[in-house]
């Protein structure tokens, strides 16, 4: 029986299904003995693994840190170069001691100090002690971010001049520490400028109000008046600015010129050849608001501000010299005793009376009367029946001149 068990048992372990059954009954029981080798085998693998993701990560973080400081240094370059190459002042100001903590090339320049001396002053020590209550309130709204311009701010140099600036900051952090960042603009050229321009306008203001010529603007496209002064008023005879400032050239002149032009048409020219070369004078038939007309020499000057233009007219009543001239050119022509023509005159128009003559073939008298034996008459004085003499003659001969040897 035995022989028969150890025979099954050699048979059972020969095809390995008593290894297998051995496995199944007894090898969760039982130690096995693992040697370091195994270990390693199994443990190295994991090390290697955790080594390649943890390289894999220290790169990155690496490649990462290399970029941002180069980013960093290209900023810092770049804050650097427009720190110290602009031409506006720049500094920052300790928000919490008002102390300036660094300025630019051209803000120390602006002021006179070097960056050494610079970095030793506080707000107070750069502005005028009695524009510091404003400067500070300033500083405070921008300090809030409340506004970034502040305009006209006085600036106290080192030598105790004062400049005005137009200062723009904004409040920023560095290293953990709150600063405001301040732009200087020097303005004070232009501020100046700007008073010039005041007093330049002030004083023309004042000559154009006082002048004794009558003075206009006028302004485009339509060309009626913008400005007038009193001088022009009573000259037009109008009552107000407001009522002048409705009319144009064309409504303060007759509907034609001595010319024949029509005043609109005219005045159009004229406005034209003022605008082309600056200016345009002319003699110009005005006419009052009650229709009454007077003539006037006239001025127009372009005024270029800007990208735009205006016109100033200068009206200057001439009517006196118009008669005077008449005068004069009555006296150079008429004898003053007879009202008669002198001898240059008749010359000239007996010379166009015999073209006339001729060109019509008409006849033409010509009648020459010797007063010598009359000079009782030729000396007494023109009343009575002798005043209507020179009228008499003119009437019977359409002509009449008087001539003799003391004719001019």
Known sequence: MLEKINEGLAITKANGIYDLLYEKWFGLYEVKEVGLLDILKYLIPIVLLFLAIGGYFFYRRLVERKQAEMVLRESEERFHSIFEGTGDG???????????????????????????????????????????????????????????????IPVKCKDSSVLYADIKASPISLAGKHYLLGIFRDITERKQMDEKLQISMLKYQLLFEDSRDALMMLAPPTWKFTEVNEAALNLFGASSVAEFTELGPWDVAPEKQPDGQLSSEKAQEMIATAMREGSSFFEWEHQRLDGQTFAADVLLTRLDYGEGNLLQGTVRDISERKQMELQLEKMAITDGLTSLYNRVYFTARLEDELQRSARFKSPLSLLMVDIDFFKPINDAPLIGPFSQAPKICRAILGFASRGGSRSF
């Open 90 to 152: 720049i500094i920052l100001v300790d928000t919490e001691t008002k102390q300036l903590s660094s300025g630019n090339f051209a803000f120390c320049q602006m002021l006179g100090y070097s960056p050494e001396e610079l970095t030793q002053l506080g707000v107070p020590d750069i502005h005028p002690k009695k524009d510091l209550p404003y400067v500070l309130e300033q500083f405070e709204k921008q300090m809030r971010g409340e506004i970034q311009l502040a305009k006209d």
